[in-house]
C-alpha cells in the first residue's frame, strides 16, 4: 500500500482521476454558463423579431380601415346620387303632369272660345263685305266733274235735280254767257247795284244778299263758287220765273 505523503513546500500532484473530476467541472461549468447566456440571446432575438414584425400587422390594419370607410363613403355616395336622380325624375314627372294639365286647360278654353271667335270672325267679315259695297256703291255713283264751264254746269244741274230745282243744261249755258262769258270772278262794277254797295258777282252775277237768301245746302258759301253760284242763281229764278231757262235778260 502506497502511503501519501507530502513534501513541505509543494503541492501534492494531481492523479488522473483529480484532473478527470477537475476537466469535468470545467466542462459543466462552461455548459452552464453558455445555458445561461443561450436564453437572454434567444430572447433578444425574438423580441427584435416581434419588434420588427409587429409594425408590418400594424400598418395592415389602417389600410383596411380606409378602404372600408372609402368604400362606406362610395356607397353613400351612391346612394345620395341615385336620390338625386329619383327626385329629378319625380320633379320631371311632376313638370309634365302641370305642363299636359295647362294644354288641357288651354285646349278646353279654346274650345269655350272658338264659337265667339267665330262669331266675331263673321260679324268682322260681314262688316268689311259691307263696307266694301257700301264703299263700291258710293264710289259707282260719285259722279266726276271737269273743272270747267261744262262741268259746273252738269254739277249743277244734278244737285239741282236732287233739290227739285227745275232748270236746263242750254236754259243754263244762255244766261251764264250774257251775264259773265263764262269767268266765276266776274264782278259788275257800274250797274245800280254796285251804285249801291253790292255788285253782281259770279257766273250769274249774283248779289250777295241774294245768294245768301237761295244758298242751295251741300254747296260753297263762296259766292265766287262756280257750282254755289250756279245753283242759288237757278233757285232764285226758279221762284221768281219758274226756271233758269225762262230768263232770256237781266233778272
Known amino acids: ?3 501519501n505523503t507530502r513534501t513541505p513546500g509543494h503541492s501534492p500532484k494531481l492523479t488522473k482521476l483529480h484532473k478527470l473530476s477537475v476537466a469535468g467541472v470545467a466542462t459543466l461549468g462552461a455548459a452552464t454558463l453558455a445555458f445561461s447566456l443561450a436564453p437572454s440571446h434567444t430572447q433578444t432575438t425574438t423580441s427584435d423579431a416581434a419588434i420588427s414584425t409587429a409594425p408590418v400587422a400594424f400598418s395592415q390594419q389602417p389600410i383596411k380601415n380606409v378602404q372600408a370607410s372609402v368604400t362606406d363613403q362610395q356607397a353613400g355616395a351612391s346612394l345620395k346620387t341615385q336620390a338625386i336622380e329619383a327626385k329629378k325624375k319625380s320633379a320631371d314627372a311632376a313638370a309634365k303632369k302641370a305642363a299636359e294639365n295647362v294644354r288641357k286647360v288651354q285646349a278646353a278654353s279654346r274650345s269655350v272660345q272658338r264659337p265667339a271667335i267665330e262669331t266675331v270672325a263673321m260679324k268682322t267679315v260681314a262688316m268689311k263685305t259691307y263696307a266694301t259695297k257700301t264703299y263700291a256703291a258710293k264710289t259707282a255713283t260719285t259722279k266726276t266733274y271737269a ?4 262741268g259746273w254746269i252738269r254739277q249743277s244741274l244734278d244737285i239741282m235735280k236732287r233739290r227739285g230745282i227745275p232748270g236746263s243744261y242750254n236754259g243754263l249755258h244762255r244766261n251764264i254767257m250774257r251775264e259773265s262769258s263764262g269767268n266765276p270772278m266776274a264782278i259788275n262794277g257800274w250797274d245800280i247795284n254796285a251804285i249801291n ?6 257766273l250769274l252775277q249774283v248779289i250777295q244778299p241774294t245768294f245768301n237768301a237761295y244758298h242751295v245746302p251741300g254747296t260753297s258759301w263762296n259766292i265766287y263758287d262756280p257750282v254755289a253760284n250756279i245753283t242759288a242763281a237757278a233757285n232764285y229764278a226758279a221762284d221768281k220765273y219758274g226756271s233758269m231757262d225762262n230768263v232770256n235778260s237781266a233778272y
Open 147 to 150: 273743272n270747267n264751264l261744262d
Open 1 to 3: 500500500m502506497t502511503k
Open 197 to 202: 254797295g253790292i255788285p253782281s258777282k259770279g
